[in-house]
């Protein structure tokens, strides 16, 4: 079955230190993948995707996700947290053979000074 | 105004009510979405509209009816609406909503929350 799950659904990390969120999906065939933020009381707001071509890709505010094929993963990073980086991060995929764009159940970032 | 704007950003409503939630986007874009977000759940998509045309339902309960007189407007009514319906309800839109198209980046508009008494 097809499917998009985010591993933790709250990371805490200090100012300054890495972030490191988690996405993995399942499917046979690689998806399209996207980064979303949410901030409070917002929508969501695009942050990276991934459709075809080089698997790193580049964000706003500083975040990058990679993908990898073999782990089925499309991790979200940024090296130095910031506290404007507190909000909820939600990985979505969209699967080539339905309309849907398929969500995780996002991950609460806390940073702490 | 751009991008994708909706309104009321807060409503507060009785079981017996009628309302409106409508979304406007400014983006020239094609297909349109509504999503329900509710505490501690994935973000579930409610329906799709391409090119004006309702081209998915997820099971949605009849309390609620899209409409999309066109590509840049999209509305949902509400009546007789359950507690359980409290959520924030967000409306996104896209170039395209077609199968496999890499057009389809979705983007969203703040979100109406909405409390049922």
């Known amino acids: 079955a097809q499917s998009v799950t985010q591993l933790g659904s709250h990371v805490s990390v200090s100012e300054g230190a890495l972030v490191l969120l988690r996405c993995n999906y399942s499917s046979s065939v690689p998806p399209y993948l996207f980064w979303y933020v949410q901030y409070p009381n917002q929508g969501l707001q695009l942050l990276l995707k991934?459709?075809?071509?080089?698997?790193l890709v580049k964000g706003i505010n500083g975040f990058e996700a990679e993908f990898k094929k073999s782990e089925t993963s499309f991790h979200l990073t940024k090296p130095s947290a910031h506290m404007s980086d507190a909000a909820e991060y939600f990985c979505a995929v969209r699967f080539y053979n339905n309309n849907d764009m398929r969500f995780g159940a996002g991950t609460r970032l806390t940073v702490k000074p | 105004e751009t991008g994708v704007t909706q309104t009321p950003r807060h409503l507060v409503m009785g079981m017996t009510n009628k309302k409106s939630l409508k979304c406007e986007q400014h983006?020239?874009?094609?297909?349109m979405y509504w999503y329900k977000q509710s505490a501690k759940k994935p973000l579930e998509l409610m329906f799709v509209?391409?090119?004006?045309?309702?081209?998915e339902n997820n099971s949605v309960p009849s309390r609620f009816s899209p409409e999309c007189p066109n590509s840049s407007h999209l509305f949902l009514h509400l009546h007789t609406l359950q507690p359980e319906d409290s959520a924030l309800y967000l409306c996104?839109?896209?170039?395209?909503?077609?199968?496999?198209?890499?057009?389809?980046?979705?983007?969203f508009g703040p979100g109406t929350r909405l409390t049922v008494l």
């Open positions: 996104a839109s896209s170039q395209a909503a077609t199968s496999g198209s890499r057009l389809d980046t979705q983007y």
């Open positions: 983006l020239g874009h094609n297909a």
């Open positions: 991934y459709t075809t071509g080089a698997t």
């Open positions: 509209y391409n090119f004006k045309e309702q081209t």
